[in-house]
């Protein structure tokens, strides 16, 4: 544990007195306020969810993270990631240029998912949270600043870097024997950004910086503070008291608890007791699956080689790596473009059918459930980037030219359907539907 004096600037302003509890984000259990120490999490003893995790890591180096992040950005989007030999002929590509290469191939929905993806969340996101950074550091924090806090965050899950450079290591496997790769600047670049990113999420301590915000925005002035409650209502017990049922509700941007309003006092996001929509769940849901038919049933790539043009499925494509003896690359394939989809659209299934009350059991598992779709819905756009990426470079007239195929569409929609059905579904509902009838008061 670090105990050094941290500069006056970076210091975490004062705790109010009055927010001495706070709530589980996926179960509501009211739970006494933990701070844990450096590098620990703390965790909900009823879902198991990480209620804190505390870095110990100044504003500083969030904001000499992000810094690094924007010098990164601009190579890592305008130079070549590969460059590739096949006999005489040189092909190289840019991120950029597969964005342009969807376009011009009339892809243009497939396009934009890549565009917003790779390009324009990873330059949001470190924007938006380098600017927070240096407001907090300078001392200039105003309400402008919570709501681009707040939109860091949302973009977060959508800035998918990591897993394109993962898509550019399948494209160098898939085109390794075919032609000859040379990485380019972009690749270094991209892995750079990638890293960098990665430190970003894992850095920046959220509930200092909320501090932080708050301390300059009035918001711990009491009027709006909930009151205090006895200490055996904090008691983390399967009996004790949700946050719905104290009468207090939690903000989903910035996990503030506070009395029932229209708009988050410390953040100014949304409040709502519940955000999730059960059947606008099961609408997206439901759509997905339809959509897994194309997406699997059309070609997704058109290859044309030495003359002869053939087209194939995704399940095509990892049966090539397989007949190769690439297992590793094929089995990385098959897992996030047939196995994620799946496994997401039956597990969600399954919380949708929990949280309207049929089979209300084993709770914490289905909650880790919730987390682990969560975090893996976004893997699946990996065929996506190798797809754009063979596109706009495997152009060598009839030795070898790749082009994308209509499935690519459809899959692009799986992918968006899947996470914005979990992205709206509230897991809180599904420890209410447990509970009983009489805190669903607030669904009605
Ligand atoms: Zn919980
Ligand atoms: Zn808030």
Not at 1 to 12: C, I, K, L
Not at 18 to 26: D, G, I, L, S, V
Not at 168 to 181: D, H, Q, S, W
Not at 294 to 318: F, K, W
Request: include cysteine; hydrophobic fraction near 50%; proline fraction near 6%.
């Amino acid at each position: 544990m670090q105990t050094s004096p941290q500069p006056a600037v970076n210091a975490a302003p004062p705790i109010p007195s009055a927010a001495h509890r706070q709530a589980c984000p996926q179960c509501d259990l009211l739970l006494a306020h933990i701070e844990p120490e450096s590098g620990n999490r703390a965790r909900c003893p009823r879902c198991g969810c990480v209620l804190a995790s505390s870095s110990d890591s100044p504003v500083t180096t969030t904001l000499l993270l992000c810094l690094t992040g924007i010098i990164l950005y601009f190579p890592t989007i305008l130079s070549p990631v590969l460059s590739m030999d096949i006999l005489w002929m040189k092909q190289s590509g840019t991120i950029l240029e597969s964005v342009i290469g969807l376009f011009r191939a009339d892809y243009r929905m497939v396009s934009l998912a890549v565009l917003l993806m790779v390009v324009v969340f990873p330059a949001l996101l470190l924007t938006s949270l380098g600017l927070v950074s240096l407001a907090i550091k300078l001392r200039r924090v105003s309400h402008s600043t919570a709501r681009l806090f707040r939109l860091a965050l949302a973009l977060e899950e959508w800035t998918m870097v990591d897993v394109f450079l993962v898509g550019v290591l399948v494209m160098i496997f898939k085109m390794t024997g075919t032609a000859e790769i040379e990485f380019g600047g972009g690749f270094l670049a991209c892995l750079a950004l990638a890293l960098t990113l990665i430190s970003l999420s894992t850095i920046c301590d959220h509930r200092l910086f909320w501090r932080h915000i708050a301390s300059h925005n009035h918001a711990s002035s009491p009027d709006w503070m909930p009151a205090p409650l006895k200490p055996a209502s904090l008691m983390p017990q399967p009996s004790a008291l949700t946050a719905a049922e104290a009468g207090l509700v939690l903000c989903p941007a910035c996990h503030q608890l506070q009395k029932p309003a229209a708009a988050c006092k410390r953040c100014g996001g949304p409040l709502h007791q519940r955000h999730g929509n059960i059947a606008r769940c099961w609408a997206l849901l439901i759509t997905a699956t339809l959509l897994l038919v194309p997406a699997n049933a059309l070609p997704i790539m058109e290859v044309e080689s030495l003359g002869q043009a053939s087209s194939s499925t995704i399940i095509d494509g990892i049966l090539y790596f397989f007949q190769d003896g690439d297992y590793i690359i094929g089995m990385i394939i098959f897992v996030a473009s047939v196995l994620v989809p799946i496994v997401k659209i039956a597990a969600l299934a399954t919380l949708l059918i929990t949280a309207q009350g049929w089979h209300p059991a084993m709770l914490r598992e289905k909650a880790a459930l919730y987390r682990f779709i969560s975090f893996i819905g976004r893997w699946s756009m990996l065929d996506i980037f190798v797809i754009a990426l063979l596109n706009a470079m495997v152009h060598f007239g009839v030795l070898s030219s790749v082009r994308v195929a209509p499935a690519a569409t459809w899959f692009c929609l799986v992918v968006a359907t899947t996470m914005l059905a979990t992205h709206f579904f509230d897991p809180r509902l599904m420890w209410d539907a447990a509970n009983g009838p009489k805190d669903h008061e607030y669904l009605h």
